[in-house]
């Protein structure tokens, strides 16, 4: 099994970067495909970016296509969301997954962390 942990969340001015870790506790983590998602307060949780567990293959949501990127330590577990030029319409709440099945539904997923707030003022 693996566990992820989120952080790096916090509050921030539009534009501005952040760059948001999943630590991923777990003898297998090399071998999971990592997720990210997000949830703003009354909508859905929607993909934003996922990562295969070879690092190849990425994908990414239209809507943070050129300004967030995906990259994975497997040295360290740990797997990282660079998010730049950042929007207000991007603050939500944003997750962590893992799973067998690389894809850009939550059905993909197994293991899910806590989140990590993302706060963007305009």
């Known amino acids: 099994q693996v566990q992820p942990v989120e952080s790096g969340g916090g509050l921030v001015q539009a534009g501005d970067s952040l760059r948001l870790s999943c630590a991923a506790s777990?003898?297998?983590?090399?071998?999971?495909?990592m997720g990210w998602f997000r949830q703003a307060p009354g909508k859905e949780r929607e993909f934003v970016a996922a990562?295969?567990?070879?690092?190849?293959?990425?994908y990414f949501a239209d809507s943070v296509k050129g300004r967030f990127t995906i990259s994975r330590d497997t040295a360290e577990n740990t797997v990282y969301l660079q998010m730049n030029s950042l929007k207000p319409e991007d603050t939500a709440v944003y997750y962590c997954?893992?799973?067998?099945?690389?894809?850009?539904?939550?059905?993909?997923?197994?293991?899910w962390g806590q989140g990590t707030q993302v706060t963007v003022s305009s």
């Open positions: 997954a893992a799973g067998r099945v690389l894809g850009v539904s939550r059905h993909h997923y197994d293991y």
């Open positions: 990562m295969g567990w070879r690092g190849g293959t990425t």
């Open positions: 777990g003898r297998t983590f090399s071998s999971y495909n």
